[in-house]
């Protein structure tokens, strides 16, 4: 089975605080994906990679940066946390394989107070 | 920019009956996605579709893809308890007949089963 683990669950952290979400996935992916969700808004693509060191920005980067030094790997930071990145953060991940299923993490809880 | 529509945002229906999730979307893409979601959890697949005329099946669910009309329909029959969730479209928003895997989401339709 395709495993997308988010060792974060639940956090909760203040305002300005740096914060790193881990993804890691298991089935040697190429591609790599960061989501929010939010009620109302669905999901938003925030960041993404299809290489190791290689990411690109998707449609709300802003006060977000990722790391990719490892294939398996797919960091999401938040530099100086604030009280609107609170949300569900869910990352995602497929192989370069036309057709592929793209596998999504159990999500990261992101309370910033 | 590609928008995707879902419809109806929130369903209940009654076990044993029939019924339609429609996801159109704005612009030319040949792949498309349908996953649930229980609350608190993360995404599941159902299906990939990945070309005009593409249906697949599971179940009690059963997906299509229209890429003429920019239509995916989820087909729910004779519903019971355990199919309550959340359906969310994706739609990938390459249309240069590769993809990119970037997604585009609906906004979710909540089904309620009711006994």
């Known amino acids: 089975d395709v495993k997308v683990t988010q060792s974060s669950r639940y956090l909760v952290k203040r305002t300005g605080e740096k914060v790193f979400l881990e993804c890691v996935q298991d089935?040697?992916?190429?591609?790599m994906f960061w989501y929010r969700q939010d009620p109302g808004l669905g999901l938003r693509l925030i960041y993404f990679s299809y290489d190791v060191k290689m990411k690109e920005k998707g449609d709300i980067p802003e006060g977000y940066s990722v790391s990719r030094e490892k294939k398996e790997r797919f960091s999401l930071i938040l530099e100086s946390a604030s009280t609107n990145q609170t949300s569900m953060y869910l990352c995602?991940?497929?192989?370069?394989?036309?057709?592929?299923?793209?596998?999504f993490g159990e999500g990261s809880w992101l309370t910033v107070v | 920019e590609l928008k995707v529509e879902q419809n109806p945002l929130f369903l209940s229906m009654q076990e044993g009956k029939n019924y339609t999730i429609y996801c159109n979307y704005s612009?030319?893409?040949?792949?498309l996605y349908w996953y649930r979601q229980d609350p608190g959890k993360s995404l599941e697949s159902l299906f990939v579709?990945?070309?005009?005329?593409a249906v697949k099946q599971e179940g009690r669910l059963m997906a299509s893809l229209d890429t003429k009309a920019r239509l995916s329909t989820l087909h729910i029959t004779a519903a019971v308890h355990d199919l309550s969730a959340t359906y969310f479209c994706?739609?990938?928003?390459?249309?240069?007949?590769?993809?990119?895997?970037?997604?585009?989401f609906g906004k979710g339709t909540l089904l309620t089963v009711n006994p």
């Open positions: 612009t030319t893409s040949d792949r």
């Open positions: 995602a991940s497929t192989h370069s394989s036309s057709g592929n299923t793209i596998y």
């Open positions: 994706a739609v990938d928003r390459s249309n240069s007949g590769g993809s990119n895997y970037k997604l585009t």
């Open positions: 579709l990945l070309s005009n005329g």
């Open positions: 089935m040697d992916h190429e591609n």
